[in-house]
C-alpha cells in the first residue's frame, strides 16, 4: 500500500458537491489519499441538491466540477483502503457500470471501510451487497435498499460492521467522522483521529 492511504470515492455527472467534496477534505486531513473514480477519466459536473420551503420535491443546481483520477475499469480493489459511494443523482446511472459492480462487490466481500450517503446506496444496493444490512439513506431511497434486502434505517449515522451511512448531507458531520476513524484503525493501527 502507498504511503499515503488511497481511498476511492465513486462519481459521475450529477453526483452531490457536498457529498463528494466533504469527504474528500476530510481524507486529506487523516493523511489519506482520496482517489476520484468515474466511468471515464475526465472532468465531471456536480451539482447541488435542496427541498425548498414549499417544494415537495428536490431542486437542483449546478456545483462545482471534479477530475476523475480513475476509470471504474482500472480499479484493483487490493491498492485501495476503502471505499465510498457518494449521492446525487450520478448513481442511478452508474449503478449499472460492470466494473462498479465487480469492484463494490469485492470492498464488500474484503470488509474494508465503506461510506454511503444519499442515493449512493443505490450502487451497492444494485450489487446485491446489501441484504440484511442496516443502512441510512435518504428516505425516497428506502425502497432501493428494501427491495435489494437492506434494513432502512433514518438516522444520521448507521454503523453496521465495516458499513457507515447518512442520510444527506446534513448527516456529514455525524457519519463521516467513524468511517475515517476505521479507515485509520485499517491503515496504521492507531485509535484516533484530532479532526473527527
Not at 468515474?38 to 431542486?59: C, D, F, L, N, S
Not at 460492470?98 to 470488509?111: C, I, M, P, S, Y
Request: net charge negative; glycine share 8%; hydrophobic share 40%.
Amino acid at each position: 500500500m502507498p504511503e499515503r492511504p488511497q481511498v476511492l470515492i465513486i462519481i459521475g455527472d450529477a453526483s452531490e458537491t457536498l457529498d463528494t467534496m466533504y469527504p474528500y477534505y476530510r481524507l486529506i486531513e487523516a493523511g489519506m489519499q482520496p482517489v476520484v473514480a468515474a466511468p471515464e477519466k475526465r472532468r465531471y459536473q456536480m451539482v447541488m441538491h435542496e427541498v425548498k420551503p414549499g417544494w415537495t420535491i428536490t431542486k437542483e443546481w449546478e456545483g462545482y466540477t471534479i477530475q476523475a483520477d480513475i476509470t471504474f475499469a482500472e480499479i484493483e480493489p487490493d491498492d485501495y483502503a476503502g471505499i465510498m459511494f457518494s449521492g446525487g443523482r450520478a448513481p442511478e446511472y452508474i449503478r449499472y457500470d460492470q466494473d462498479l459492480v465487480r469492484v463494490t462487490k469485492a470492498f464488500f466481500a474484503a470488509e474494508k471501510p465503506i461510506a454511503s450517503v444519499c442515493h449512493g446506496v443505490e450502487i451497492p444496493a444494485y450489487a446485491d451487497c446489501v441484504r440484511g444490512r442496516r443502512m441510512a439513506t435518504v428516505p425516497k431511497c428506502q425502497f432501493d435498499l428494501e427491495v435489494c434486502g437492506g434494513i432502512f434505517v433514518d438516522e444520521p449515522c448507521v454503523v453496521d460492521g465495516n458499513l457507515v451511512s447518512g442520510r444527506t448531507f446534513h448527516d456529514n458531520g455525524h457519519y463521516l467522522g467513524p468511517w475515517i476513524e476505521m479507515l485509520v484503525k485499517a491503515t496504521s493501527g492507531s485509535g484516533t483521529v484530532a479532526s473527527s
